[in-house]
């Protein structure tokens, strides 16, 4: 993968781990609380609020799009996270507990970026933001189907394929907004 893609990369998750970090200080893991599909559907607020802005070229609630992008990026480690812990009943965990398992997830998600990229040629660097923002509305559409499915599928990748590709979505999406590459 290329080297400017990697730092880009490395900068957006850091942005996003420090507000994980931030916010596991303020509110605990009160997201603990949540089962898969609520938080699914948390991210699918932030995706279609993004998608709602860029076709009305407005909007009037002042947080920028960029935050919903990070909310998505940070909400789907939050539902990888939870899958992981999907047999631990505790509510609060500790950042110290959480941080291996947010950076295991991470690294496995960039692992994935990095072969597709070769195979891809970083093919994103051409796409339109509104078009990397309706792959992420059908990802999530796939995935409320799997969970209705309880998580069975015949031959399509699972629930933690399609939260990883929508975090390296979110991640193209803030490099271009952010770097306008």
Not at 27 to 51: E, M
Not at 98 to 116: A, F, I, S
Request: proline share 2%; hydrophobic share 40%; charged share 30%.
């Amino acid at each position: 993968m290329k080297t400017q893609t990697v730092s880009e990369y490395n900068q957006v998750i850091s942005l996003c781990k420090e507000l994980f970090k931030k916010k596991t200080i303020d509110y605990g893991t009160a997201w603990r609380i949540l089962r898969l599909p609520s938080i699914t559907d948390q991210i699918f607020i932030k995706a279609q609020r993004i998608r709602s802005i860029q076709e009305k070229g407005n909007q009037k609630v002042n947080d920028p799009i960029a935050d919903e992008f990070i909310g998505i990026i940070n909400y789907c480690l939050i539902a990888l996270i939870q899958i992981s812990l999907k047999e631990d009943e505790r509510l609060e965990l500790s950042f110290g507990e959480l941080e291996p398992m947010y950076d295991r997830w991470v690294n496995e998600t960039r692992g994935l970026l990095e072969n597709k990229n070769h195979d891809y040629g970083e093919a994103w660097r051409d796409m339109r933001v509104a078009s990397m923002t309706d792959i992420i509305l059908m990802k999530l559409y796939r995935v409320k189907q799997i969970e209705d499915n309880q998580g069975k599928t015949l031959v399509s990748e699972g629930i933690e394929a399609n939260y990883q590709d929508m975090i390296n979505y979110s991640v193209f999406c803030l490099i271009k907004l952010e770097f306008n590459a």
